[in-house]
């Protein structure tokens, strides 16, 4: 499975961006897809998670301002990202797991994509 995140930039503060995470090389619908970021000297950090037919989960420090979706037609994932901050500046990880509920960890993600730069300004 190869996974290609775009749609990071520079946006202002308190502005919307929307990622998204192309998937190829496997059967997109079978796998739970999550996204993590990592700022720079801190650790990968957890985002969210959408399992197979759309349940999704969220990290604290995004919960009401993030939305996670997918479209199984198009092998595609997403992440919008409204009401931005400068804490939500990184480097924002595609990732997909077998596991129906991997959770936040790292280690239960099978397959990673190389990551697109968000950059917030105050």
């Known amino acids: 499975v190869q996974l290609q995140a775009s749609g990071g930039g520079l946006v202002q503060a308190g502005g919307s961006l929307r990622l998204s995470c192309a998937a190829s090389g496997g059967t997109f619908r079978d796998y739970t897809m999550g996204w993590f970021r990592q700022a720079p000297e801190k650790e990968r950090e957890f985002v969210a998670f959408i399992i197979r037919h759309g349940g999704a989960t969220y990290g604290d420090s995004v919960k009401g301002r993030f939305t996670i979706s997918r479209d199984n037609a198009k092998n595609t994932a997403y992440l919008q990202m409204d009401s931005l901050n400068p804490a939500d500046t990184a480097v924002y990880y595609c990732?997909?797991?077998?596991?129906?509920?991997?959770?936040?960890?790292?280690?239960?993600?099978?397959?990673w994509g190389p990551g697109t730069q968000v950059t917030v300004s105050s």
């Open positions: 990732a997909s797991s077998r596991s129906i509920w991997p959770g936040s960890r790292i280690s239960n993600y099978d397959y």
